[in-house]
């Protein structure tokens, strides 16, 4: 098996950046590590890359914050998953529901302790974490909400023997205004 290419996404509350659609186009599987925002989300990164996506609920992803009509697809996502590559597993969740800010990456290990690589969102913040194993990253924030220096997401090229990950951002197009009648 050669390699598999993983874009890895979070935080797009309803609107993944262009930018990031064109990084994660041809990627073999996309990871989306929550608060998604709605169905149309998932469906416009699975039309980029032209395969799977892997979603987790994160805090906002409730029926309130999403529209209407999507309760289906909300309905099938969980707070964690998890995805065997050659070389090794992927550990999604979000992270709202670790309170301890200061050690989130100690305890994202302690809790998939037999992952390669955890993924996480919920800060915003992107962090590239491979000092030690299980790696943990967090995209930081693919949408236009709270970009920290705006969208970005990262691409793993998992091998049997090799994984390597590279990280995006972007700068935040300025919004359109609506023509007025």
Known sequence: MGIERIGIVSDTHGVVEPPVLEV???????????????????????????????????????????????????DRLEEMAFVDLAGGRIAIEHGHRIHDTKNYHRRLRARHAGARLVVYGHTHVRAVDTEQRPWVVNPGAAGRERTHGGPSCLVLDAGADEWR???????LAPRRRRASA
Do not use: M, Q, S
């Open 165 to 171: 990950i590279e990280a995006y951002r972007f700068e």
């Open 24 to 74: 994660i186009a041809g990627c073999d599987l996309v990871v989306h590590a929550g608060d998604i925002g709605g169905a149309a989300v998932l469906d416009a990164l699975r039309d980029a890359a032209g395969g799977e996506v892997v979603a987790v609920l994160g805090n906002n992803d409730v029926a309130a914050k999403w529209p209407p009509g999507d309760g289906a697809t909300l």
